[in-house]
């Protein structure tokens, strides 16, 4: 029998994922932090799973839970995976973190023939009416960072990830938003509908004809 595992507050986006991915697949995490979703998904799904993270501090923690996990760097260390050698390359609440999105998301479409992204909507409501009426950054459950104080250099909305999709001519095969809450919107809503009430989004891309195979620099 396996043991629950505590998930972060906020985090409902994990649940999410691990119901995506199909089981026995080949995962790569990418910006895994301390391997929870990676540990939930070889209990849940026997996945063979491999990680990524930056934080010497994430890797410790993974190791230490027994998951194959090495220290690297979204941005630059994905160009030296070979192509097609995952069937899934998961990218959970790190996009608005990276350095050039783009990028990672073109190398993640190299080298995974799947991949799932989620990430906090800065086109939330709640988050329009910070900036509306009061003309400071918001401070959300899932933006929990001062502006001086935060990780997040490319944020984005829904509308803005679903632009750049198209753009790197990736097919979107499904897309989630959830409220604060961590209910799905209902399902197969507009693109605006999600953008104004979705708190976070999960994607799950798949390679399209026009992606470009090599992304490297």
């Not at 540990?39 to 491999?50: H, N």
């Not at 479409?109 to 009416?129: D, E, K, M, T, Y």
């Not at 004809?209 to 620099?217: F, G, H, V, W």
Request: net charge neutral; glycine share 8%; charged share 25%.
């Amino acid at each position: 029998m396996t043991t629950s595992l505590k998930i972060a507050p906020g985090r409902f986006d994990l649940a999410v994922v691990a119901d995506i991915v199909e089981p026995g697949s080949r995962v790569l995490d990418v910006g895994c932090g301390d391997g929870l979703l990676l540990q939930m998904l070889e209990r849940q799904k026997q996945v063979d799973g491999r990680g990524v993270e930056l934080s010497q501090r994430g890797v410790n923690d993974c190791v230490a839970k027994g998951l194959s996990v090495i220290q690297g760097d979204a941005d630059t260390d994905l160009s030296d995976y070979p192509e097609d050698g995952f069937d899934y390359v998961i990218l959970s609440q790190t996009l608005q973190a990276t350095q050039r999105p783009r990028v990672v998301l073109d190398n993640m479409l190299r080298i995974g023939r799947r991949a799932i992204v989620s990430f906090p909507n800065f086109g939330h409501w709640r988050v329009r009416a910070e900036l509306l009426l009061r003309g400071r950054m918001p401070k959300t459950p899932n933006l929990d960072f001062a502006w001086y104080d935060t990780p997040n250099i490319h944020l984005c909305t829904i509308r803005d990830f679903v632009e750049l999709a198209d753009e790197i001519g990736a097919h979107i095969e499904r897309g989630v938003a959830l409220d604060r809450a961590g209910a799905p919107i209902r399902w197969k809503a507009p693109w605006p509908v999600m953008n104004l009430f979705g708190a976070q989004a999960i994607f799950l891309l798949e390679r399209g004809r026009e992606t470009r195979r090599d992304a490297r620099p």
